[in-house]
């Protein structure tokens, strides 16, 4: 598209301000009928005013809303009005908006209104009626359904935005060139989570985005606002909601795969198994910036060892046949590139359902599997790691470990404990991203540095005692260590990604191999550490920004990093996480201290259980959150710098 210096608003704005033209003494801005009455020439210029006179140009509001609740007559009224306009958006509301192709209308709810068109994007909410919907209630009659049910809503809608070019932004020079204009919408990936994107009842379906109001420098742009909002949205929503028999047939699917997921992962814990792996998953992803699966004719499907294999029955796709992994210690072994951490990946994202198509639909692991790694520079506040490091120099307390700045070894040791503090009863491990020093010591190292100059007791030492003491199972992936195989209750081989049951191989050859040198041991029980901090005071209500999944700022001073945490796959569970935290801090002002944090926990989980995730959130129905597992909530507070324990 020419103009506007060569940048790009989509098919939306294409259509809406036809091609380039320029504008005064810009780079030859959007043109369209429109502009070209208003402003003269061919449209404002990226960088100058245009031949039309400029920003500057506005007239008072409006003093009404338009007749008969109409939005687009409204948006209209106050155009070339100042941008706090918008405002009245809000207390006018909600407003009727005809769904076209439909005898039907739309409520639109401005839940906020940005200040002005740098501030963060104005929230809203389209609720139609069921009656319109026609959605069968047997699609949405169980909590898994529902969530099933919301998410396919979420993805119909988000595509029908992208594809009328609503969620590109108009794109102007400077700060007098055209702003927003584009539509949000909190896009699923290839996990099935609980979100606030949708909601649905028996009289109503609820979609939530959020829009970038359009303007010229603080000037309204209310015919592009109307076009936008009137147009584009009640479009992309009537689509979303119109269910023909083919749309019908894809929601069913993408619920029943959710359903039977969650029914495994209930036989998983009632069955004495942590994992199940069904034979045709495809595990690989497409690339390793893509979460997709690698296309089918390249990738290899699973197929269980016939000795580990089981069959679970489902509600709706009958019996399905894989590999079990039962509660114990499981070691994954084989050749480098032949599928070992591939597998353990796949395991890890198995705490979640995924959509149909994805390869790993049947991939389950019981809900509270961590995912385990060393994290050089990490926080860690009052944790009991004298399991593993004892006797530190300068007699340092192991018992109630706090640092800034911990080893690979101490954050590994850390990390355990607090998983099992917050409730995991699997750990997932890859001897990648674990500390070497951690995980082994073998019989040369033993003896050139004796036991009593050597402060770390090695996790091989201690993973029979996790499951024995504490009902802890292990999954390992090791690919440089025998010594495992003493401790092991099923050894895995990955060879050109076909998994083989190698458990009596590998016991007859550590029967002939010498033990590790630290014998099997028992673990201690975490110690129920009481949250005595979250924030900083005077941080009740901070500004809050987070870009991307794994960081946040919480106000001017906290940062909190989550690099750590690979089990968290959506910003809006970040999101949450964030919220949850601010909402943690105002509770212990409030007087909720003395709070274990396995109370805390509970306690959030139980608000979200009664009340939703808006119980929590900073913004009022904001439709971009998403449920986490109280394994990253609490993975969030212990890293958190600002946190304290007692």
């Not at 030859?28 to 039309?52: I, N, P, T, V, W």
């Not at 009289?203 to 303007?215: G, I, K, M, N, W």
């Not at 940062?559 to 801090?585: K, N, P």
Request: aromatic content about 6%; proline content about 5%; glycine content about 14%.
């Amino acid at each position: 598209m020419s103009g506007r210096g060569g940048g790009r608003g989509g098919e939306y704005y294409r259509q809406k301000y036809g091609g380039g033209g320029g504008g005064g003494g810009g780079g030859g801005g959007r043109g369209g009928e429109y502009y070209r009455q208003k402003y003269g020439g061919g449209g404002r210029g990226g960088g100058g005013r245009g031949a039309g006179g400029g920003g500057g140009w506005q007239h008072d509001a409006p003093s009404g809303g338009g007749e008969d609740n109409n939005l687009a007559a409204f948006l209209q009224q106050i155009d070339g009005s100042q941008y706090p306009v918008y405002k009245q958006l809000s207390s006018r509301g909600p407003w009727t908006v005809a769904l076209p192709g439909a005898a039907a209308a739309a409520a639109i709810a401005f839940d906020y209104i940005q200040g002005d068109p740098f501030a963060p994007p104005s929230r809203l909410r389209a609720r139609v009626p069921m009656s319109f919907v026609r959605l069968p209630t047997l699609l949405y009659s169980s909590a898994a359904r529902m969530t099933a049910a919301c998410d396919f809503l979420t993805r119909r809608f988000a595509d029908g935005i992208a594809r009328r070019g609503a969620d590109q932004a108009m794109e102007g020079s400077g700060w007098s060139g055209p702003k927003g204009g584009d539509v949000t919408v909190d896009r699923p990936g290839q996990e099935v989570l609980n979100r606030t994107s949708c909601f649905i009842d028996d009289s109503t379906v609820e979609l939530r985005f959020s829009a970038a109001l359009p303007a010229r420098g603080r000037t309204i742009l209310g015919r592009a606002a109307s076009e936008l909002l009137t147009r584009h949205v009640p479009a992309a929503v009537a689509e979303a909601l119109t269910l023909d028999s083919a749309a019908l047939a894809s929601m069913q699917r993408h619920v029943e795969v959710v359903e039977d997921a969650r029914a495994i992962r209930a036989w998983l814990s009632q069955s004495g198994f942590v994992s199940f792996v069904a034979d045709g998953s495809i595990l690989p992803r497409e690339s390793g910036a893509s979460d997709r699966p690698l296309d089918a004719r390249v990738a290899v499907p699973f197929k269980s060892p016939e000795s580990l294999a089981v069959e679970v029955q489902t509600p709706n796709s009958g019996v399905v046949r894989g590999m079990g992994i039962r509660a114990g210690v499981t070691v994954i072994v084989g050749g480098g590139f032949h599928g070992k951490s591939t597998l353990l990946a796949a395991l890890e994202r198995g705490v979640y359902e995924h959509i149909p198509g994805d390869g790993r639909e049947f991939v389950v692991c019981v809900e509270n599997a961590a995912k385990v790694r060393a994290e050089d520079g990490r926080n860690v506040s009052g944790v009991d790691i004298s399991s593993y490091i004892t006797n530190l120099p300068m007699n340092k307390d192991t018992s109630h470990f706090t640092s800034s700045d911990a080893s690979g070894s101490t954050s590994q040791a850390a990390a355990i404990v607090e998983s099992v503090e917050a409730g995991s009863r699997c750990l997932l491990m890859d001897e990648d991203t674990c500390a070497t020093n951690f995980m082994i010591r073998d019989a040369a190292m033993a003896a050139l540095i004796s036991a009593d100059r050597e402060p770390i007791t090695p996790f091989v030492a201690r993973v029979r005692g996790l499951l024995e003491n504490l009902g802890v199972s292990t999954v390992l992936v090791i690919g440089g260590c025998g010594d495992y195989f003493h401790r092991a209750d099923t050894v895995v081989r990955m060879d050109e990604y076909q998994a083989y049951d190698v458990t009596a191989e590998a016991r007859a050859i550590a029967s002939r191999m010498p033990p590790p040198p630290d014998a099997a041991s028992a673990h201690k029980p975490p110690r129920m550490r009481v949250l005595s901090g979250v924030l900083p005071s005077g941080f009740d209500d901070p500004k809050v920004s987070i870009r991307v999944t794994d960081r946040a700022s919480i106000g001017d001073s906290v940062e909190l990093e989550l690099g750590g945490l690979s089990q968290l796959v959506s910003i809006s569970q970040t999101r949450t996480i964030v919220d949850a935290i601010v909402y943690c801090h105002r509770d212990m002002l409030r007087g909720g201290k003395g709070k274990s944090l396995t109370q805390v926990l509970d306690d959030v989980e139980a608000l979200w259980d009664r009340d939703g995730l808006d119980a929590t959130s900073l913004h009022a129905k904001s439709g971009n959150r998403a449920r986490p597992r109280r394994i990253e909530l609490a993975g969030a507070l212990n890293r958190l710098r600002s946190s304290s324990y007692v």
